[in-house]
């Protein structure tokens, strides 16, 4: 079976995209570990600094959750374009692939969302509580 050098290269550089991806997921779930330690952390410190970078490390979680749901939708695009309806002919490389990914990206942008608002509720009455606290022992 002869393959074009170029469909060659085009299927070798998509293969790696989706590796990178794969290498993606795992540092954000390390990320979303780190983040949850970070909030624990910040908790017990009762530190204002620490509550802050924790509800910034969230919105962070956040934005790149966001992120990935477009750029899958972007890397697909392309990928159908060219791979798919392209070099392959309308042979799809990866029939559940795409299904698969959303199942996954779509709940972890949901949970990050409602860890966002219950970190930035958590946020506010914690530093509304240490600022009494604050003023109380001033006086």
Excluded at 35 to 58: C, K
Excluded at 81 to 102: D, E, F, M, Q
Excluded at 122 to 138: A, D, F, G
């Amino acid at each position: 079976m002869f393959i074009p050098i170029l469909t060659s290269i085009i299927v070798h550089f998509v293969f790696n995209s989706l590796g990178n991806t794969k290498r993606e997921d795992i540092v954000f779930i390390a990320f979303q570990f780190w983040v949850l330690g970070m909030s624990i952390v910040a908790l017990l410190n009762e530190s204002i600094p620490h509550i802050l970078a924790s509800l910034v490390t969230h919105l962070m979680a956040t934005a790149w959750a966001a992120f990935q749901i477009t750029h899958t939708a972007n890397f697909r695009s392309d990928f159908n374009r060219v791979i798919t309806h392209g070099a392959c002919k309308n042979i799809s490389l990866l029939p559940h692939y795409w299904n698969a990914r959303g199942e996954a990206e779509i709940p972890s942008l949901a949970l990050n969302v409602i860890a966002l608002f219950v970190s930035s509720f958590l946020t506010w009455k914690l530093i509304k509580v240490i600022s009494n606290e604050i003023c109380m022992s001033s006086h």
